[in-house]
């Protein structure tokens, strides 16, 4: 026998941990992803718009970077040098301002020196050698490129200006379809269509093909259509093969004028060697998350290499290391001044993390931030944005495995980045800390100055949820309060939060509802708990006495399958469920991993929402009436297509159904 | 349910290869064991799938290389993961390191192309036509890797002993 056959055969290995495979098959398989988050309207945040001003009047950002080289050059598109005013960037704190690019560059290459062997980024074998540093990838392209599917679902009460359900009132995401009440338009591949859905019959008007263009989702801003996604070439062409080889992510931007919908043009094509990480869109601004990691080196192989590689990594400059962007096809060039890049006191992972801001109508005209750091949880509210680092997860687990998704630092502790918006602009306001782990951005919510978190389990934790109340003190952000013992050795399952009150739902084998009274951010306190058979995934409130709860419980007749809750919350510490519907076994009700797949129509007191059996797709029409809920289904779609299937409510009370291949009104009784 | 007792049954056995090929594809003894629970995780998702496939041993080592890979295609550096291992790691944690390092070692030589052949084919103990379903290659550019491989390991004084009758294909 040889050594390696030896090694095969005395390698130990436990038990197979069946229990747990299942369990998390299980959640994996009812649940895709879990957390389902909600909100609610935001106040003025004094406290922290207070601070912000304080910073922005106080500490302008020079200009001038010295020895920058060609890396920092700024896009001749990117607003005159002398637009003082909206220079954002005043680092402090735990986020300092590099001294030079030369000290940009040593943060980068003190900590990629380490990462650094014979093959390259790595080891032991070069394709693993980020094994662990993959988590953030994960869910840092979670978010867009399996959509929604990937990462927590939210809703307003109501549904944004263009027709999607989204996380913060007044900040609008993107979707594949989107309309201004009279005009609608979807994006399916690449190729964008628009339909007059002001008559009374569903009319196309006009198409576009946006050639190479993958993944895409669109923003809906006045007369332009800002579509997000990726030029193909990030997509590998054989799945199995060389994989080293593979391109960093791309992202492609592309606007497109509406004006005259029956000939919709193409305006500007922006490209970035990042990620997306996330899209917002505020008034007539949006405002992209982007992600730049180890840059690819062409990495020496064979006898020498770990020194060749270790030198080729020491003389990176900082264009290597910062995200560049190309309008129009241009050359590429970079766009963040070394000033402008904040170094993380905190050792977060290795990457660039860069918040651009720009109008529709000058896709190319950006301002931008940047944390050299991983920081890819975005949240953002009307006038704040917030990034939270992952780090790693306590874990290893966790962020490797898509199903689970939890992020927290290696060191069980979350740290969060503060930004203050104004226009296209951002500046930095200040950082806070948590231990355990915040699971993505649904988890965060802001109200009134106050920053709330749901946070999960980490080494730093006992095993159960808590709820987290951070303000701003000076440049930190201080915990102010908390809330622990939520679901001992359960998951968070969903959570939505309202000026005063958080509803959280945890599950292991029945769901506690809990609400929990943020009035008081000192002391949250908690006030009822429900448990029922199930699991609700996503919540959507109806008024101040009724919330409906999407999700997952055991059917009347056996089995497991979609289940809709009607939940008394009038008086919060005596939660009660009215009615439940039971979609019988096998069912799955979509609106639990996407929430653009559930409509509430106010007027009508009815809801719409996607559910499937097998391959076949339909829509559930559920209306309340007296505390019950009646129920219609309308066979819709099949197969892969019903993750297209949207309901977009428009202002005259009629509903677009949107499906793999058909734009048509849906009909309501 | 049948479907659980089945799954289960599979996974127990499965088990201990699944961990063992991680580890020789590069894996610390505590990431093959999460990449192992992964995998059958999605296996249990796509049951009916793995099932129904013609040829079972090579999707699930299909499963096994994508969630590798899936892992690897992000190229995002976090934190080194903490060096105590789980409550949950084998028995013998420290053999295990020790173990894995010395595989490690051994086998760096290879391409990546070709140590995928050599795990599944020689150590997993996978068909060659199953090795060409789960790494997508003709058989044939299985038995060449393979025995290009096993000379360049033998070379290198890894595997003296070599066994012909797999080197030369069957």
């Given at each position: 026998?040889?050594?390696?056959?030896?090694?095969?055969?005395?390698?130990?290995?436990?038990?197979?941990?069946?229990?747990?495979?299942?369990?998390?098959?299980?959640?994996?398989?009812?649940?895709?992803?879990?957390?389902?988050?909600t909100?609610?309207?935001?106040?003025?945040?004094?406290?922290?718009?207070?601070v912000?001003?304080?910073?922005?009047?106080?500490?302008?950002?020079a200009?001038?970077?010295?020895?920058?080289?060609?890396s920092?050059?700024?896009?001749?598109?990117?607003?005159?040098?002398?637009?003082?005013?909206?220079?954002?960037?005043?680092?402090?704190?735990?986020?300092?301002r590099?001294?030079?690019c030369e000290?940009?560059?040593?943060?980068?290459?003190?900590?990629?020196?380490?990462?650094?062997?014979?093959?390259?980024?790595?080891?032991?074998y070069?394709?693993?050698?980020?094994?662990?540093?993959?988590?953030?990838?994960?869910?840092?392209?979670?978010?867009?490129?399996?959509?929604?599917?990937?990462?927590?679902?939210?809703?307003?009460?109501?549904a944004?200006?263009?027709?999607?359900?989204?996380?913060?009132?007044?900040?609008?995401?993107?979707?594949?379809?989107?309309?201004?009440?009279?005009?609608?338009?979807?994006?399916?591949?690449?190729?964008?269509?628009?339909?007059?859905?002001?008559?009374?019959?569903?009319?196309?008007?006009?198409?576009?093909?946006?050639?190479?263009?993958?993944?895409?989702?669109?923003?809906?801003?006045?007369d332009?259509?800002?579509?997000?996604?990726?030029?193909?070439?990030?997509?590998?062409?054989?799945?199995?093969?060389?994989?080293?080889?593979?391109?960093?992510?791309?992202?492609?931007?592309?606007?497109?004028?509406?004006?005259?919908?029956?000939?919709?043009?193409?305006?500007?094509?922006?490209?970035?060697?990042?990620?997306?990480?996330?899209?917002?869109?505020?008034?007539?601004?949006?405002?992209?998350?982007?992600?730049?990691?180890?840059p690819?080196?062409?990495?020496?192989?064979?006898?020498?290499?770990?020194?060749?590689?270790?030198?080729?990594?020491?003389?990176?400059?900082?264009?290597?290391?910062?995200?560049?962007?190309?309008?129009?096809?241009?050359?590429p060039?970079?766009?963040l001044?070394?000033?402008?890049?904040?170094?993380?006191?905190?050792?977060?992972g290795?990457?660039?993390?860069?918040?651009?801001?720009?109008?529709?109508?000058?896709?190319?005209?950006?301002?931008?931030?940047?944390?050299?750091?991983?920081?890819?949880?975005?949240?953002?509210?009307?006038?704040?944005?917030?990034?939270?680092?992952t780090?790693?997860?306590?874990?290893?687990?966790r962020?490797?495995?898509?199903?689970?998704?939890?992020?927290?630092?290696?060191d069980?502790?979350?740290?969060v980045?503060?930004?203050?918006?104004?226009?296209t602009?951002?500046?930095?306001?200040?950082?806070?800390e948590?231990?355990?782990?915040?699971?993505?951005?649904?988890s965060?919510?802001?109200?009134?100055?106050?920053?709330?978190l749901a946070?999960?389990?980490?080494?730093?934790?006992?095993?159960?949820?808590?709820?987290?109340?951070?303000?701003?003190?000076?440049?930190?952000?201080?915990?102010?309060g908390?809330?622990?013992?939520?679901?001992v050795?359960?998951?968070?399952?969903?959570v939505?939060?309202?000026?005063?009150?958080?509803?959280?739902?945890?599950?292991?084998?029945?769901?506690?509802?809990?609400?929990?009274?943020?009035?008081?951010?000192?002391?949250?306190?908690?006030?009822?708990?429900?448990?029922?058979?199930?699991?609700?995934?996503?919540?959507?409130?109806?008024?101040?006495?009724?919330?409906?709860?999407?999700?997952?419980?055991?059917?009347?007749?056996?089995?497991?399958?979609?289940?809709?809750?009607?939940f008394?919350?009038?008086?919060?510490?005596?939660?009660?469920?009215?009615d439940?519907?039971?979609?019988?076994?096998?069912?799955?009700?979509?609106?639990g991993?996407?929430?653009?797949?559930?409509?509430?129509?106010?007027?009508?007191?009815?809801?719409?929402?996607?559910?499937?059996?097998?391959r076949?797709?339909?829509?559930?029409?559920?209306?309340?009436?007296?505390?019950?809920?009646g129920?219609?289904?309308?066979?819709?779609?099949?197969?892969?297509?019903?993750?297209?299937?949207?309901?977009?409510?428009?202002?005259?009370?009629?509903?677009?159904?949107?499906?793999?291949?058909?734009?048509?009104?849906?009909?309501?009784d | 349910?049948?479907?659980?007792?089945?799954?289960?049954?599979?996974?127990?056995?499965?088990?201990?290869?699944?961990?063992?090929?991680?580890?020789?594809?590069?894996?610390s003894?505590?990431?093959a064991?999460?990449?192992?629970?992964?995998?059958?995780?999605?296996?249990?998702?796509?049951?009916?799938?793995?099932?129904?496939?013609?040829?079972?041993?090579?999707?699930?080592?299909?499963?096994?290389?994508?969630?590798?890979?899936?892992?690897?295609?992000?190229?995002w550096?976090?934190?080194?993961?903490?060096?105590?291992?789980?409550?949950?790691?084998?028995?013998?944690?420290?053999?295990?390191?020790?173990?894995?390092?010395?595989?490690?070692r051994?086998?760096?030589?290879?391409?990546?192309r070709?140590?995928?052949?050599?795990?599944?084919?020689?150590?997993?103990?996978?068909?060659?036509?199953?090795?060409?379903?789960?790494?997508?290659?003709?058989?044939?550019?299985?038995?060449?890797?393979?025995?290009?491989?096993l000379?360049?390991?033998?070379?290198?004084?890894?595997?003296?002993?070599?066994?012909?009758d797999?080197?030369?294909?069957?």
């Amino acid at each position: 026998m040889t050594d390696l056959e030896r090694h095969w055969e005395e390698l130990p290995v436990g038990p197979a941990p069946v229990d747990a495979i299942m369990r998390r098959a299980r959640a994996a398989a009812g649940d895709r992803e879990p957390t389902r988050r909600t909100r609610a309207s935001l106040k003025r945040v004094g406290v922290l718009a207070c601070v912000a001003a304080a910073f922005v009047a106080g500490t302008l950002v020079a200009q001038q970077d010295s020895g920058s080289g060609g890396s920092t050059r700024i896009p001749a598109t990117e607003p005159a040098q002398g637009d003082a005013a909206i220079t954002p960037a005043a680092f402090h704190g735990e986020l300092q301002r590099p001294e030079s690019c030369e000290r940009l560059v040593d943060h980068y290459v003190s900590r990629a020196v380490d990462l650094v062997g014979r093959h390259g980024w790595s080891s032991p074998y070069s394709e693993l050698g980020n094994l662990h540093a993959a988590f953030d990838g994960v869910r840092a392209n979670t978010e867009r490129l399996s959509g929604y599917a990937g990462y927590a679902k939210t809703t307003g009460a109501r549904a944004s200006e263009t027709g999607t359900n989204v996380q913060e009132q007044g900040v609008d995401e993107p979707d594949t379809v989107k309309t201004d009440g009279e005009l609608l338009v979807r994006l399916r591949g690449a190729e964008l269509t628009t339909y007059d859905v002001s008559g009374d019959a569903v009319a196309e008007l006009g198409r576009l093909d946006l050639g190479d263009f993958h993944d895409g989702e669109i923003l809906l801003v006045g007369d332009t259509v800002v579509a997000l996604g990726n030029d193909g070439t990030r997509a590998p062409s054989d799945p199995y093969g060389d994989y080293e080889q593979e391109p960093s992510p791309q992202t492609r931007v592309l606007t497109v004028d509406i004006g005259e919908p029956t000939e919709p043009a193409l305006l500007r094509t922006v490209d970035y060697d990042a990620a997306l990480l996330a899209a917002r869109q505020h008034d007539d601004t949006v405002r992209l998350t982007l992600s730049k990691g180890l840059p690819d080196l062409d990495f020496a192989r064979g006898r020498g290499a770990a020194r060749a590689n270790r030198e080729l990594v020491e003389n990176t400059t900082v264009a290597d290391w910062l995200p560049r962007v190309s309008v129009d096809g241009s050359e590429p060039s970079g766009f963040l001044r070394c000033a402008r890049v904040a170094v993380p006191r905190a050792e977060i992972g290795l990457a660039t993390t860069a918040v651009v801001g720009f109008t529709a109508d000058d896709p190319a005209g950006l301002e931008a931030l940047a944390v050299a750091g991983d920081a890819p949880l975005t949240y953002e509210s009307a006038d704040h944005l917030y990034l939270a680092s992952t780090g790693g997860p306590d874990f290893f687990c966790r962020g490797f495995c898509s199903f689970d998704g939890i992020s927290g630092a290696v060191d069980g502790t979350t740290h969060v980045y503060a930004f203050s918006l104004d226009g296209t602009g951002a500046s930095y306001l200040g950082a806070g800390e948590v231990e355990g782990t915040v699971r993505d951005r649904w988890s965060m919510d802001e109200s009134d100055g106050v920053l709330r978190l749901a946070v999960g389990p980490s080494s730093e934790t006992g095993n159960f949820n808590s709820i987290v109340t951070l303000r701003a003190a000076g440049d930190e952000l201080v915990e102010v309060g908390r809330i622990d013992r939520l679901g001992v050795g359960e998951d968070i399952k969903s959570v939505r939060w309202f000026d005063g009150l958080a509803l959280l739902v945890t599950f292991r084998q029945v769901d506690p509802l809990y609400a929990v009274d943020l009035t008081t951010p000192r002391s949250p306190r908690l006030l009822g708990e429900l448990k029922i058979p199930g699991f609700s995934s996503y919540l959507h409130p109806l008024g101040p006495m009724r919330v409906v709860g999407v999700g997952t419980g055991p059917q009347p007749g056996g089995g497991s399958g979609a289940q809709l809750g009607l939940f008394d919350v009038t008086d919060l510490s005596a939660l009660r469920r009215l009615d439940v519907h039971s979609y019988g076994a096998g069912t799955r009700a979509r609106a639990g991993d996407d929430p653009r797949q559930f409509t509430w129509l106010p007027e009508q007191r009815t809801m719409l929402t996607v559910t499937s059996r097998g391959r076949t797709g339909y829509v559930s029409t559920v209306s309340i009436d007296r505390g019950r809920l009646g129920n219609e289904q309308t066979q819709v779609e099949y197969g892969d297509d019903i993750e297209q299937v949207r309901l977009v409510p428009l202002p005259d009370g009629k509903v677009v159904l949107v499906t793999g291949e058909d734009v048509e009104f849906f009909p309501l009784d | 349910m049948e479907h659980d007792t089945e799954f289960a049954d599979y996974a127990r056995r499965a088990w201990g290869s699944l961990v063992r090929s991680a580890v020789f594809l590069g894996c610390s003894p505590h990431e093959a064991e999460d990449l192992a629970q992964t995998t059958l995780v999605r296996c249990y998702t796509a049951w009916p799938s793995v099932t129904g496939a013609d040829n079972r041993t090579a999707y699930v080592y299909r499963i096994l290389l994508n969630c590798l890979r899936d892992s690897r295609r992000r190229r995002w550096w976090g934190e080194r993961p903490t060096a105590e291992l789980p409550e949950t790691a084998a028995p013998d944690a420290a053999a295990a390191v020790d173990v894995a390092d010395a595989v490690h070692r051994a086998l760096a030589g290879l391409s990546k192309r070709n140590r995928d052949v050599v795990v599944l084919r020689y150590f997993a103990g996978l068909t060659e036509q199953q090795t060409a379903d789960a790494l997508g290659v003709p058989s044939g550019t299985v038995k060449s890797r393979l025995s290009r491989s096993l000379a360049q390991l033998a070379a290198d004084d890894h595997l003296t002993d070599l066994r012909p009758d797999l080197a030369g294909g069957s």
